[in-house]
């Protein structure tokens, strides 16, 4: 089953690697990963999408926190959640596939931010399955380059990821 | 305020933090740190020959008296010399620091002059590494350094110092860091309450029960502990190769070891137990054999301070995060007043336990006709005896490590070192070293073989330098023992590079160090060699003693087996 980890960790050199390397180390697998420092500059935020079995997951947890450099995990899929995941593509536009295009992404509630004679290039937000739907939907027309910067989720509700 | 040097904060924070001893080797990016101790006289040097030698005799120190050894290395070739010895106490929580010197700061990247990324080599194989970034931050990080290594779950962890870091004309102000905290690392100190509770409950209730236990119990320093428990509750107790020692083994209720060439009555005992009290083990694959087979009726209570241990291979029913220490100590005032629910059970239990016991006593293995050559078994035995089983015992990897482990019989913990996890050959002579230069009024012996020897022979010379009185027992069978086991068992005993041809002249290359050597040919001569060997507690002797080359270790569990399918001798099985 697919999960999402949220991990707080000290944004110190290195920290990125040894969550990276544990993964490949212990023959987990990572779907798809993004970082950036938080709020609290001394915080980074981390978050992977992994697949595994209850067992696999459990061990997942428990050696990214035995990590020295993470301070905070959270496995998003236990509860409700909310997932997003922004996406850019280049996509041909040419003749009669140009308004073709514009109907898909209004339809998908995406946006056009960058325009050429022949291409569009769109950004779409959501979750993993609707950037895929998109992708399906223009593939037609000639997907040029994707850009997906991963999964990133935070729980519904009061519960907070913090110090 | 005192103002030091990057390099002078590190031999001051060393003889603050009370480290005597330090194994290491110079070279270009570590120069500053080596005229800094050369201009001290509290904490001593010794000048290795090969850095990998460095790691295992700080590794054995640290597995002989439960504190971290201390490594220093130059940068480059130096660092990863050092790899093997790090992976080694890694893979058996064994407490270490390693500072590696480092190119300086702004050539890191250019694949400088010995330049390696030794925080990236080593990642997997650390528990932490730190890289300086400054100075003035030296006395922390080292701190922390040492923290890390010695709490929770020992490891090693490395120190990367970049040389501008020690430069001799930057001063910063030193104050020794009596305590650290990180945010993010909290070892537990105790297990929980509720879980103890529920062990303690079906071990009262158990039928078949058997402690299982491991080197967490010595490296927890919950050895008297686990006896008292063991004791009370009258149970049978197997320990793994890494936990011997924490129960006597001279005691009645200790069955020897398990796993791939455990005793034929542990692996019958765990196999056939309903309740498995797991401390300190990590149910490792040479334990159980295959998992899905492994003790079909058992229960498992698994205690460790590691919550990745827990259900890692093999599921607990439960399971307790924990210290060993302080979770025997609740078990047993848990057990205060309490008596085990059916005591004819666990008689009926011991008269099983007892019956196999019968079957192999006396067929262990066959010892040597007057005039033979000896068989490697009975060396160990009279090794054993000659110490009165008191000495600290390393060795190598191969046949004769899985010989001393069955055939010398410790009743302390530590005594009893060797490379579990990793296997690694070369491990037993300078850990040896390192145990004897710090407890030079023991006994401290090696047993190898002639193919482990040689992978780290070069230490007689740093022996010859700083004194190290070890006994090095060579069961000398001029082949690589167990390699040629598993092909003579898998391979119709085509011996593809497990023969050793062209050994040298073993005497000989002792006596040019200056140590005395003793050849062994017979079963007479034994005897007297030995004598001579442990005359001077003192003195380095080199004891060859030629052993049969057929002999197999058994028992020897059968590949995808149960913990109970094993290989009994080269023609029975159960």
């Given at each position: 089953m697919r999960h999402i980890i949220s991990i707080l960790m000290e944004n110190e050199p290195g920290a990125l690697s040894r969550v990276v390397g544990l993964f490949s180390q212990r023959n987990f697998n990572i779907e798809t990963l993004n970082v950036a420092p938080t709020e609290d500059e001394t915080l980074s935020r981390l978050t992977v999408t992994t697949i595994g079995d209850d067992r696999v997951i459990e061990q997942i947890t428990k050696h990214l926190n035995k990590l020295v450099d993470v301070v905070k995990l959270v496995d998003l899929t236990e509860g409700s959640h909310i997932e997003r995941e922004l996406m850019l593509v280049k996509v041909k536009a040419l003749g009669a596939a140009r308004d073709e295009v514009k109907r898909t992404v209004d339809i998908f509630r995406a946006q056009i931010v960058d325009v050429t004679p022949s291409q569009y290039t769109v950004q779409i937000t959501g979750d993993a399955s609707k950037l895929d739907a998109f992708l399906e939907a223009m593939s037609p027309v000639g997907l040029l380059e994707v850009a997906r910067t991963g999964v990133s989720g935070i729980a519904r509700g009061d519960k907070v990821l913090s110090l | 305020m005192e103002l030091l040097s990057g390099a002078d904060m590190i031999a001051r924070f060393l003889q603050d933090e009370g480290v005597e001893y330090i194994y290491g080797y110079p070279g270009g990016a570590a120069l500053h740190i080596y005229d800094a101790l050369f201009r001290q006289d509290k904490v001593k040097h010794i000048l290795v020959r090969h850095e990998q030698a460095a790691t295992h005799a700080a590794d054995g120190y640290a597995r002989a008296s439960g504190k971290p050894g201390t490594v220093l290395v130059t940068s480059g070739p130096g660092a990863t010399n050092a790899v093997t010895g790090i992976a080694t106490a890694y893979m058996d929580s064994i407490p270490m620091v390693v500072l590696c010197g480092q190119v300086m700061s702004h050539l890191i990247g250019d694949d400088a002059f010995q330049e390696t990324d030794i925080v990236g080599v080593t990642r997997p194989i650390v528990k932490h590494s730190f890289s300086i970034k400054h100075p003035s931050e030296i006395p922390e990080v080292l701190k922390k350094a040492y923290y890390l290594a010695a709490s929770g779950r020992p490891g090693p962890v490395v120190v990367d110092i970049p040389k501008d870091m020690t430069a001799p004309t930057e001063r910063y102000e030193y104050v020794y860091p009596k305590k650290v905290k990180l945010r993010?690392?909290?070892?537990?100190?105790?297990?929980?309450?509720?879980?103890?509770?529920?062990?303690?409950?079906?071990?009262?209730?158990?039928?078949?029960?058997?402690?299982?236990?491991?080197?967490?119990?010595?490296?927890?320093?919950?050895?008297?502990?686990?006896?008292?428990?063991?004791?009370?509750?009258?149970?049978?107790?197997?320990?793994?190769?890494?936990?011997?020692?924490?129960?006597?083994?001279?005691?009645?209720?200790?069955?020897?070891?398990?796993?791939?060439?455990?005793?034929?009555?542990?692996?019958?005992?765990?196999?056939?137990?309903?309740?498995?009290?797991?401390?300190?083990?990590?149910?490792?694959?040479?334990?159980?054999?295959?998992?899905?087979?492994?003790?079909?009726?058992?229960?498992?209570?698994?205690?460790?301070?590691?919550?990745?241990?827990?259900?890692?291979?093999?599921?607990?029913?439960?399971?307790?995060?924990?210290?060993?220490?302080?979770?025997?100590?609740?078990?047993?005032?848990?057990?205060?007043?309490?008596?085990?629910?059916?005591?004819?059970?666990?008689?009926?239990?011991?008269?099983?336990?007892?019956?196999?016991?019968?079957?192999?006593?006396?067929?262990?293995?066959?010892?040597?006709?007057?005039?033979?050559?000896?068989?490697?078994?009975?060396?160990?035995?009279?090794?054993?005896?000659?110490?009165?089983?008191?000495?600290?015992?390393?060795?190598?990897?191969?046949?004769?490590?899985?010989?001393?482990?069955?055939?010398?019989?410790?009743?302390?913990?530590?005594?009893?070192?060797?490379?579990?996890?990793?296997?690694?050959?070369?491990?037993?002579?300078?850990?040896?070293?390192?145990?004897?230069?710090?407890?030079?009024?023991?006994?401290?012996?090696?047993?190898?073989?002639?193919?482990?020897?040689?992978?780290?022979?070069?230490?007689?010379?740093?022996?010859?330098?700083?004194?190290?009185?070890?006994?090095?027992?060579?069961?000398?069978?001029?082949?690589?023992?167990?390699?040629?086991?598993?092909?003579?068992l898998n391979y119709k005993s085509r011996h593809a590079h497990s023969y050793m041809e062209s050994l040298p002249d073993f005497q000989k290359l002792i006596e040019s160090y200056g140590f005395t050597a003793l050849k062994v040919q017979t079963k007479e001569e034994l005897e007297s060699a030995l004598e001579k060997t442990f005359a001077d507690n003192d003195e380095l002797v080199f004891l060859d003693v030629a052993v049969d080359p057929h002999e197999h270790v058994y028992p020897m569990q059968v590949p995808l087996g149960s913990m109970r399918d094993m290989l009994l001798s080269k023609t029975e099985r159960t």
């Open positions: - | 993010s690392y909290n070892p537990v100190t105790r297990g929980h309450t509720g879980q103890i509770k529920k062990a303690v409950e079906l071990m009262l209730k158990a039928r078949r029960p058997v402690f299982y236990t491991g080197g967490g119990v010595v490296t927890g320093e919950a050895s008297e502990g686990l006896t008292d428990l063991v004791k009370r509750l009258g149970f049978p107790i197997t320990t793994t190769l890494m936990g011997i020692g924490a129960f006597p083994q001279s005691d009645d209720q200790c069955l020897g070891w398990l796993g791939m060439h455990g005793s034929y009555e542990s692996n019958m005992a765990m196999h056939h137990a309903d309740l498995i009290i797991a401390i300190g083990a990590r149910f490792d694959d040479r334990v159980t054999n295959n998992t899905s087979k492994f003790c079909p009726t058992a229960k498992i209570v698994h205690v460790d301070i590691d919550p990745s241990s827990i259900s890692k291979t093999v599921r607990a029913d439960v399971p307790i995060v924990g210290p060993a220490g302080s979770v025997i100590n609740e078990m047993i005032s848990l057990l205060q007043g309490r008596e085990i629910a059916s005591p004819e059970a666990l008689t009926e239990w011991w008269q099983s336990i007892d019956g196999w016991r019968e079957e192999r006593r006396g067929k262990l293995y066959e010892p040597s006709a007057e005039g033979e050559v000896l068989k490697p078994q009975e060396v160990i035995e009279a090794v054993c005896r000659a110490t009165r089983g008191q000495a600290y015992v390393t060795t190598d990897v191969g046949q004769h490590q899985m010989f001393a482990a069955q055939y010398y019989k410790f009743d302390k913990p530590n005594r009893f070192v060797t490379s579990g996890g990793l296997g690694t050959m070369g491990f037993g002579f300078p850990a040896a070293m390192g145990i004897k230069q710090n407890f030079p009024d023991e006994q401290v012996v090696c047993f190898t073989g002639e193919g482990s020897f040689q992978m780290m022979m070069q230490e007689l010379s740093t022996c010859k330098q700083f004194g190290g009185g070890v006994k090095i027992i060579n069961l000398n069978n001029a082949s690589l023992g167990m390699v040629r086991q598993w092909q003579d």
